[in-house]
């Protein structure tokens, strides 16, 4: 080879590396070495031939010098290298989708930057990695294994409405998380059109509990076997409207001073900062023997927002262990949430760990629920301690 067809080989091997980890995978040391090294006898393009086709003759000839095929057969056990198949897969699904006209199926059941027509999830990529590479495994070239990922593709994509529906009621995670995310974007449309103040948290809220229903009235049996991605989508457009119609009741009976309203976070402000001011100090706090009604003022929004914040963070308050008795650690969380800023992906990763995307989703949801429900029951515990004075 000449110097421009040796620099083209080597860019080759590099590009080998860079897609299929080669060296990481331990084929060889580095592609440098390699171009150095390999016998380039009768490598030389010819006159005749397309640059296309000396490149894959040249590479099916340094394969099967370095005996690839063995390599790949012995990787089908390593499990990074099965991880990069998936990869690989992916990453082609991907580019297929962006450059396809989106499907009516992910019009439906999609946001406009994900596809449940191009997307393979942990159980499906199994099934396929048996049926295309273990069942055939003796590629001569990493070329190659990119064309059987390009066949496969052809193939099995995209994925029609049936075979959706069909993982979609057998609980697919993968698949039932980008609906869940394409569901948020028409709560949070219906929520603004409440009315009144809105508040994020309701959103989220109603969101959860929508992924909650839907999901099981799929999977469950209570939609019909007919079931497709129309009829999916508006049953949840419906439920998403069931619930706002609940949140609009819930808001229409509020009387008097609207507990619901405090706000936990306390200002940065000091000088406005309720802490700072003489009843605040423990010395100068009522008996626990005193009544309620002697230091809150139910027809007071100050005095409620007031003793109610000082009663959750002061643990030295008269009304705080009748207020966090029994939720010792939810208060924790919810404190950790307002007064430390803490989004509820940063408390999953402080309780739980490192965990997958999908794991992310579902365990920050579960902690937005578990803050909105100990800040509800706080809410009515604190109602139930001024009720008589209300009344």
Not at 155 to 169: C, D, I, K, N
Not at 213 to 227: F, P, Q, S
Request: charged residues 30%; aromatic residues 12%; negative net charge.
């Amino acid at each position: 080879m000449n110097p421009s067809e040796k620099a083209s080989f080597l860019e080759f091997l590099r590009k080998d590396d860079e897609h299929w980890e080669l060296t990481r995978l331990g084929f060889w040391k580095n592609p440098e070495q390699e171009a150095r090294s390999w016998n380039e006898a009768g490598a030389a393009r010819l006159s005749d031939e397309s640059f296309v086709a000396w490149k894959y003759r040249v590479l099916r000839a340094y394969y099967q010098e370095r005996n690839y095929s063995k390599f790949y057969r012995n990787s089908l056990l390593d499990r990074r290298f099965v991880f990069l198949l998936k990869r690989r897969l992916t990453l082609l699904l991907q580019r297929i989708f962006s450059d396809q006209e989106r499907t009516q199926l992910d019009q439906y059941l999609a946001n406009t930057d994900e596809s449940l027509s191009y997307v393979v999830s942990a159980h499906h990529f199994d099934h396929l990695f048996l049926r295309y590479f273990l069942q055939e495994a003796d590629w001569v070239a990493p070329f190659e294994v990119q064309l059987q990922l390009e066949k496969l593709t052809d193939a099995e994509f995209p994925l029609s409405e049936t075979e959706v529906m069909q993982r979609l009621r057998a609980n697919d995670t993968h698949c039932w998380s980008i609906f869940y995310r394409h569901l948020k974007p028409y709560v949070i449309g219906l929520v603004r059109q409440i009315g009144g103040s809105f508040q994020m948290e309701d959103a989220d809220e109603i969101w959860n509990e929508v992924c909650f229903v839907v999901n099981g009235a799929l999977i469950n049996g209570r939609l019909d076997e007919a079931t497709g991605a129309k009829d999916l989508i508006s049953y949840a457009v419906g439920v998403i409207r069931n619930k706002c119609r609940e949140l609009c009741r819930i808001r229409s009976r509020q009387k008097r001073v609207d507990v619901e309203s405090i706000t936990y976070r306390l200002a940065d402000d000091t000088e406005s900062n309720l802490f700072d001011d003489e009843s605040c100090i423990p010395a100068n706090f009522p008996s626990h023997d005193t009544p309620v009604a002697h230091y809150v003022d139910a027809f007071d929004p100050d005095s409620v927002r007031a003793t109610m914040i000082l009663a959750l963070y002061n643990q030295t308050h008269p009304l705080h262990e009748a207020l966090v008795k029994g939720l010792e650690d939810e208060v924790a969380v919810l404190l950790e949430h307002y007064t430390e800023d803490m989004s509820y992906e940063a408390l999953v990763q402080k309780y739980e760990g490192p965990v997958s995307k999908e794991e992310m989703i579902r365990l920050a949801a579960r902690y937005r629920q578990m803050v909105k429900r100990v800040k509800n029951k706080l809410i009515q515990r604190y109602a139930g301690l001024i009720k008589a004075r209300v009344e």
